[in-house]
């Protein structure tokens, strides 16, 4: 039965990926590929990974969907070309190369999961997940979070001279419609507390900063859409420490490991747990901010205005 | 008794998908796009109410209850503005349209579809 | 366990905050100050190794690999790891010198681009695990695509969104690989990968995700068939962004083509690869030469000179991974010093080029007759530089030619020989090209265009200083061999001289 | 066949998919949309390897999971910028305000 659910996902997963790549018309494409990244998270689920599951819905699929959507506004539609026959065929060996690769996959299957189990309890974390990202391999989280903010630079570095230091148009109308602006008082309420339990449930259960940090943006963008806030000013200071609050938190935390645990990236031993979600929180923090600045795009608005 | 809760629930699931699938129909036979969301606003809660009421009895807890309603409500919430917010879009194409017919104003470079 | 191995990655990203938090020109110089750090954090590196004759590790966090993550520093990563952070203080001192341009973003986003590209190679150089050099390379493409379209021209932007596509089609492939390996293994350690693959000859599997990395990499270092995007990216950019990209950006996945190929892939197996790397080198040399000969804007030459000179590490593989004792090693120590010393040269040229277009008004090379005169000392750089992509003597790239030459004769592979030679016509035909007319009286008609402009000494002085940096490896006595080798494993060139 | 093994398929036909998005797109949104899909093929094929790691009491092996999420953040970074790059290229195409700064007007 349930081979059965997993066999119809997977076929509508490819019927997915098939739809975003020869759609007609970017549009298409870009609503395809939402529709192709919830069916993503289905098969995570599906795969025991309910962390990736909700991050893949939030930001692969949801923050990446919106980024998409106002692309395709300010950028002409391109002609897709007609089929390539030669492209297909490439395509169609790429697959079944990596076919024979998965079924030649060892048995029984290599795996960390004892080592994780083992290092586990020590950091009194119940979230094998989190355990990995912020403690075992914490130096990816911390420089994972430096290439978010460096895509922040990115992008802004992308404006008119005049404007580089001033606020991304805002995404409403002026004024705001009704509709949006009441959804913006009566979701935003409710998705923040939904992301800091994402948040704090994250230690012992799936979730954690990235998923939280999605879902705050999320409500922050739907703020702005609904007209309850302006987009900031890039160059306040405010705004700044909380892009930082996070890559640098956490290199701060890095450091003063050195003092209490006697290695960079330690924790204090018996303090491991409030440590991490001292951690969380400014990566949250900076995670929430930064997506949300990348989805307003480069300051166009000019300097005093 | 569980018997009956079982039929219960397959009975409200089924309903439910079976509002989806008209949803679904709706969304790609209708012509229009304010019929289009007003089928699928319709059916889909409608889907949604039926299906957390046929999986109620069988929620393991309270607290399992509780969230599937609480998503319920956030559903219907999230897709009534949407609906609005769609619709309003809409008809704000459609004005700009017209006008654009008798010369009012000038076509906008990426007006919304 | 060595601090200074944490330090190199981290302290550059200190410097992030001065710059968020404070006005662009101190934030600049607070940059400029941190690269100095990572300079000496990188030279107190090799010295350790030097002094200690091991390579330096550090488990971070406390957790060795496999769960955790390991850094490392042998010889050949110090090296590397010395070359780019003094290439980025010169840079970071030009575009101080230089008052950071016309745009008001170019000192503050310049600067976080520079010190996250600090970061990125160091952790390049030094990760020894491959989700991790992932995330390095990762960081170097969101530092470096930003530098090519600092300034906003048309132009720009279309060179940096194909240099993005490419480099992010090259994360993909090498991401597969690495997905691939895990499957395999279950772990992404370098040091346990290599005992493991030891064990057993590779699988299919293995050699398949070799060879995705493999691509990946290619396409983000801009090896032959993959260069497209490297001519408009790296003549577009403002020159010391150019300089940085040129010289240091594309070395990582090159460093990282190496280490793949001679720590992580068996002998034979690495032996059975070199021969194509090879012959995409080869091809690099004598078709993107060929191109740079026929170019008329300076700064597009010096680019497809950087495609072509990308050529020569690969012709490396196969004389390195003959295992013929110590002409392999030659072969070795050659292709790394040709890494280093074409570093030095490509942003002393680089820098000179932009000295001299502004100088000019303009690079196009028909109308460079009297640049000479104008701005000698760039001129003077661009050719001192130029001697080492030529493989004139005195200058590294003489002595790291010399030593690929005489290991490929030695090894019976004419065909290797032929083509550094005529590689080195090449660029002794392009850069002598850019020099004879730059020395050349301006024509009497043209006498009143040539504008009065002149070249400013602090940053001429900076590209001089790299040129020299360049001309002084080729004094090195021949001991970079045991430095180079320090942590290195022995199997790939058989015995040490 | 397992379920497991069936999502490592449908991870490399996406994959493919991905691929002839690549090869095949005509303009640059539709090459990001393919990187897009093809990362999501590899990232699938990631966790079926996690799930065949299955051990310790975990329903999967935990550090490939988190390899993924670190790998979408980072996913949609790439297309983030590769979409502002797209869309201030036609700006600057398009407009015929120049782009140097010295005479700007906002719409």
């Not at chain 2, 309903?15 to 949803?23: K, P, Q, V």
């Not at chain 3, 490896?473 to 942590?487: E, H, M, T, V």
């Amino acid at each position: 039965m349930s081979l059965l659910f997993d066999a119809a996902l997977c076929l509508l997963l490819v019927a997915g990926a098939l739809g975003v790549v020869t759609a007609r018309g970017a549009r298409r494409a870009v609503l395809a590929f939402i529709g192709y990244g919830l069916l993503l998270g289905l098969a995570w689920v599906r795969l025991d990974g309910l962390d990736v599951a909700l991050t893949e819905i939030a930001i692969g699929s949801g923050i990446s969907g919106v980024v998409l959507l106002r692309a395709v506004r300010a950028v002409p539609e391109a002609p897709r070309p007609g089929t390539r026959p030669l492209a297909a065929l490439l395509s169609v060996g790429v697959a079944a190369a990596l076919s024979v690769m998965v079924l030649a996959l060892p048995e029984p299957a290599p795996t960390r999961a004892h080592d994780v189990a083992a290092a586990l309890p020590a950091t009194d974390l119940g979230n094998p997940v989190t355990g990995v990202l912020l403690v075992f391999r914490a130096l990816d989280t911390l420089l994972e979070k430096v290439v978010l903010l460096l895509a922040l630079v990115g992008v802004w570095a992308l404006s008119r001279d005049p404007s580089w230091s001033g606020r991304p148009a805002p995404l409403s109308s002026e004024p705001a419609s009704a509709p949006s602006a009441f959804l913006a008082r009566v979701l935003a309420p409710v998705g923040l507390l939904v992301g800091l339990y994402l948040l704090w449930v994250g230690a012992d259960a799936p979730g954690g900063a990235f998923q939280s940090g999605a879902v705050l943006a999320a409500m922050g963008l739907l703020l702005l859409m609904g007209g309850q806030i302006r987009p900031p000013r890039t160059s306040s200071p405010r705004l700044r420490l909380l892009l930082l609050a996070g890559p640098l938190g956490f290199l701060a935390v890095g450091f003063s490991g050195w003092a209490t645990a006697g290695v960079f990236l330690g924790y204090p031993p018996g303090w491991e747990k409030p440590v991490i979600i001292a951690v969380e929180v400014a990566i949250t923090i900076s995670i929430a901010v930064t997506l949300c600045l990348i989805v307003l795009g480069p300051p166009s608005a000019e300097e005093g205005t | 008794m569980s018997a009956l809760v079982n039929a219960f629930t397959l009975l409200c699931v089924a309903a439910g998908i079976a509002f989806y699938a008209a949803g679904t129909l709706g969304l790609v036979r209708l012509s229009d796009t304010l019929s289009r969301i007003h089928a699928l606003t319709k059916a889909d809660n409608l889907g949604l109410a039926l299906i957390v009421l046929g999986l109620l009895p069988q929620a393991a807890s309270l607290l399992d209850g509780a969230k599937m309603v609480a998503v319920w409500l956030l559903a219907q919430l999230a897709s009534g503005a949407v609906a609005q917010v769609m619709a309003e879009a809409v008809m704000a194409e459609a004005v700009m349209a017209e006008a654009v017919e008798v010369g009012v104003a000038s076509a906008p470079g990426d007006g919304p579809t | 366990m060595s601090a200074l191995l944490v330090l190199a990655v981290t302290v550059p990203l200190l410097g992030l905050a001065p710059l968020f938090l404070l006005r662009p020109g101190a934030g600049a110089r607070i940059a400029v100050a941190v690269l100095g750090v990572g300079c000496a954090i990188t030279g107190a590196i090799a010295v350790q190794v030097a002094r200690t004759g091991q390579a330096l590790h550090y488990f971070v966090g406390g957790f060795p690999p496999p769960l955790g993550v390991a850094l490392r520093a042998d010889g050949f990563s110090a090296a590397m790891l010395c070359m780019s952070a003094m290439v980025l203080l010169l840079t970071g001192l030009f575009a101080i010198a230089g008052g950071g341009g016309k745009a008001p973003r170019m000192p503050a986003a310049f600067f976080t681009l520079l010190l996250a590209l600090s970061s990125a190679l160091n952790l390049a150089f030094l990760a020894q695990d491959l989700f991790t050099l992932y995330v390095a390379l990762e960081l170097l493409t969101f530092a470096a695509v930003p530098l090519v379209c600092l300034e906003g021209k048309a132009g720009q932007l279309s060179a940096a969104l194909t240099y993005l596509l490419f480099a992010l089609f090259g994360s993909v492939l090498y991401l597969l690989g690495v997905v691939l390996v895990y499957g395999l293994f279950g772990t992404l350690d370098l040091a346990l990968l290599a005992r493991r693959l030891a064990q057993a000859p590779p699988s299919g599997t293995f050699i398949a995700a070799l060879a995705l990395m493999s691509a990946g990499l290619m396409a983000k270092a801009a090896l032959f068939p993959l260069h497209l995007w490297l001519p408009p990216a790296h003549s577009g950019a403002p020159p010391a962004a150019s300089a940085v990209l040129s010289a240091v950006v594309i070395k990582a996945p090159l460093f990282l083509l190496v280490r793949l190929w001679s720590d992580l892939a068996p002998l034979p197996l690495a032996q059975a690869g070199a021969p194509v790397l090879a012959a995409f080198g080869a091809l690099a040399i004598l078709f993107c030469g060929v191109v740079a000969l026929a170019q008329d804007r300076l700064k597009l030459l010096i680019a497809y000179s950087t495609a072509a000179q990308i050529g020569y590490l690969c012709l490396m593989f196969p004389l390195a991974a003959a295992a013929d004792g110590q002409w392999s090693a030659l072969a070795w120590t050659g292709g790394t010093l040709h890494l280093v010393s074409h570093a030095f040269s490509k942003a002393a040229m680089f820098l000179a080029a932009g000295l001299i277009a502004e100088a000019m008004g303009h690079d196009r090379l028909s109308g460079l007759a009297g640049a000479g005169r104008v701005a000698p000392v760039s001129v003077a750089a661009f050719g001192i530089g130029g001697l080492s992509l030529m493989g004139l003597p005195p200058s590294g790239g003489f002595i790291a030619k010399v030593m690929l030459l005489t290991s490929a004769i030695h090894q019976d592979a004419w065909w290797i020989a032929l083509v550094i030679l005529a590689g080195g016509l090449l660029a002794g035909a392009y850069v002598l090209r850019v020099v004879v007319i730059a020395l050349q009286r301006p024509e009497p008609a043209e006498a009143g265009r040539v504008p009065p402009a002149r070249e400013c000494g602090a940053r001429a002085g900076i590209a001089l200083a790299l040129a020299f940096a360049a001309v002084l490896l080729g004094f090195l006595p021949l001991a970079p061999f045991a430095f180079l080798s320090i942590g290195r494993p022995l199997s790939w060139t058989g015995l040490l001289p | 066949m397992t379920g497991v093994t069936l999502f490592g398929l449908a991870g490399a036909i996406l994959a493919g998919c991905g691929v002839y998005g690549l090869l095949s797109a005509g303009g640059g949104l539709g090459r990001i949309l393919g990187f897009n899909v093809l990362g999501g093929g590899v990232f699938l094929i990631f966790g079926a390897v996690a799930r065949r790691g299955a051990a310790a009491g975990f329903h999967a092996d935990p550090v490939p999971q988190a390899l993924v999420i670190t790998g979408i953040v980072v996913a949609f970074c790439a297309t983030a910028l590769a979409l502002a790059l797209l869309v201030r290229l036609r700006e600057v195409e398009a407009g015929p305000a120049p782009d140097d700064g010295k005479r700007e007007t906002e719409r």
